[in-house]
């Protein structure tokens, strides 16, 4: 098992509102599974994708996530964690601007202190694999947004992580480079690496192999069919 959720709750408190964000989710998910998180805007979407990716940590509940119980990790047990384990990829892709490609992939093994010259490698091979090796130097306002998403991928892979989580990956892209993005994540899920995508697109969620809905908090399992 990968992840398993038990009775999470996530409250936020802003003044004097508390907003019930996550209720008594318990989801699970094994090692290589391909999973979409569907749902309307504020229903709880990202906030799960915060705690499953150690960003933040759940008001009430147990959070296992391989098979190490995350509730009662330190801040820098998570950091390290997600790091090592977890790669992730955002609607806006989060590159640095001023970086080229290659520098942003490199990036995470500048954290995890790999010497310069294997740093270089593995981040050319990773930028290699997404098909964009003739783009190692440019920076991001020189890439497309199917580009941009390519490196951030190449970016979220470069350390081996088990587990990739993704906010509306193809939320910014035309319907083309959305596809070759689908292409990419069920590559590497073939190669084994779990997979946890939020989207609003009923298309882009069938190429995942299981999708869960998430309605006010509250997280249902819906079994559908690949395309
Ligand atoms: N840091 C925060 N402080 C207070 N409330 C928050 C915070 N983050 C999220 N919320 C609230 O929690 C609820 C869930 O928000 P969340 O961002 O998880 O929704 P979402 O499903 O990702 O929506 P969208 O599809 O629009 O991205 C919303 O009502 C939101 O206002
Ligand atoms: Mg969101």
Known sequence: MILELNGICKEYNQGKITVPALQNVNFSMEEGEYVAVMGPSGSGKTTLMNL???????????FFL???DISKCTENEMSDIRLKKIGFVFQSFHLLPRQTALQNVEMPLNYAKIPRRERRERAF????????????????NQLSGGQMQRVAIARAMVNNPK???????????????????????????????????????????????????????RLSEKEVSRV
Do not use: W, Y
């Open 52 to 62: 499953i990716g150690c960003l933040d940590k759940p008001t009430r509940g147990e």
């Open 66 to 68: 391989d098979g190490q």
């Open 125 to 140: 091979r990773a930028l290699e694999r997404v098909g964009l090796a003739e783009r190692v130097d440019f920076r991001p």
């Open 163 to 217: 587990l990739l989580l993704a906010d509306e990956p193809t939320g910014a892209l035309d319907t083309k480079s959305g596809h070759q993005v689908m292409e990419l994540f069920q590559k590497l899920n073939e190669e084994g690496v779990s997979v946890l995508m939020i989207t609003h697109d009923p298309e882009i969620a069938s190429f995942a192999k299981r999708t869960v809905t998430i309605r006010d908090g």
